[in-house]
């Protein structure tokens, strides 16, 4: 961490490698970085989150003063086959060349849909990204997957396109509502249940929630992009076979991804719907003989700490979300995967899950 208190995590990847730079008041970064490539004679187009702009007006408006800005509405239902198009044809009016730079400004939604714009429209341009969340902080906004989903499924259409540096300001937490903020926290439980028990632990022994002002949330941040740093360098299109690579990274998810879809973009925050993944994937660990019987209370006890669900709000039918499953990106040869806890901290791949067993996991969230 340099005098200023900033840190650059380097993502390497040969050619594709870019940085993460994290800290306060990036500001002046974005600025020059944005002077650079308008001095080369490229242009610059920004995509910003609508609620952002709504929200931190001040992050955004001396970005935003000279150059074409899209704005995004907010929510999951943005991330859209049509929001795409609008999104394209905006880059097509305004005669976005191969040489430009679209910067994505705002949350995973938003990182998603200008990402998947940026690699597919003329085949692929370069672009940015600013988380502006938590939850994209740590996670989202760090790796080169984009993409748009479909009414049967999350994430169905995309692309894996590396940015060309992330900036991570940390001060504009500050202005997240902290509904937003849990969702984030699931995320960074995710990486500790994963592959980081030390981070595990540091969120259970913390004597008050994390928020926005925590000191501690700096290093947690950095822990997080390190850690997925390190998994997207060894496996960077999640190929990898066997029980590892960057596959570990769906912990939760399959589970979530079919909450959400069942129950419609929206209904609940995507870091809601991993927390309820989370409680899913560490019992059906249980079920297949692995994970201590202590481990489903300390995991309920702190996402109720942030609020964050442990069961599903409304019953949703297990046939849907099953359904949903079986359309996952993930399935292999027909056959569902799941990432598994061995243990807290260490996790591992299995496409060995009996159907029996995810449906008693269902029902114990409260599916019906």
């Not at 086959?81 to 880059?91: G, I, K, P, T, Y």
């Not at 989202?140 to 993409?147: A, D, E, I, L, P």
Request: hydrophobic share 40%; charged share 25%.
């Amino acid at each position: 961490m340099n005098s200023a208190g900033k840190e650059i995590i380097q993502v390497d990847l040969g050619a594709r490698s870019y940085p993460i730079h994290i800290g306060r008041d990036l500001e002046s970064e974005l600025l020059e970085m944005k002077e650079v490539l308008l001095d080369r004679g490229r242009k610059v187009v920004a995509v910003f989150d609508q609620g952002l702009m709504d929200a931190n007006p001040r992050f955004c408006e001396k970005f935003r003063a000279d150059v074409p800005v899209f704005r995004a509405p907010s929510g999951e239902e943005t991330k859209s086959v049509q929001r795409l198009a609008e999104l394209w044809d905006f880059l097509s009016a305004g005669k976005i060349d191969r040489s430009s730079s679209l910067f994505a400004f705002g949350g995973g939604v938003t990182g998603d849909l200008a990402g998947f714009a940026a690699a597919s429209y003329l085949r692929g341009v370069s672009f940015y990204q600013v988380p502006t969340t938590l939850l994209a902080m740590v996670d989202s906004s760090v790796g080169g997957k984009t993409g748009i989903n479909l009414s049967s499924g999350k994430n169905l259409v995309g692309a894996f396109h590396q940015p060309s540096a992330v900036y991570v300001d940390l001060g504009c937490l500050d202005s997240l509502p902290v509904r937003e903020f849990s969702a984030g926290i699931a995320e960074i439980i995710k990486y500790g249940l994963l592959g980081n028990a030390q981070l595990y632990r540091r969120l259970l022994d913390f004597s008050s929630p994390l928020r926005s002002s925590s000191p501690e949330l700096n290093e947690i941040v950095r822990d997080c992009c390190s850690d997925k740093a390190r998994i997207v360098e060894n496996d960077e299109r999640e190929t990898a076979e066997g029980t590892g690579g960057r596959a570990l990274l769906n912990l939760g998810h399959t589970f979530a991804h079919s909450i959400e879809a069942v129950s419609g973009y929206g209904s609940y925050l995507h870091g809601e719907a991993v927390a309820v993944g989370l409680v899913c994937a560490l019992r059906l660990s249980r079920l297949m003989g692995h994970c201590g019987e202590g481990d489903e209370a300390g995991l309920v006890n702190l996402l109720k700490a942030y609020e964050l669900p442990d069961r599903l709000g409304d019953p949703l039918r297990v046939d849907d979300l099953l359904g949903v499953m079986r359309s996952d990106k993930k399935v292999l040869a027909g056959n569902l995967r799941f990432v598994l806890m061995e243990n807290i901290g260490k996790s591992f791949v299995s496409s060995e899950v009996e159907i029996s067993a995810v449906e008693e996991v269902w029902k114990s969230v409260g599916a019906e």
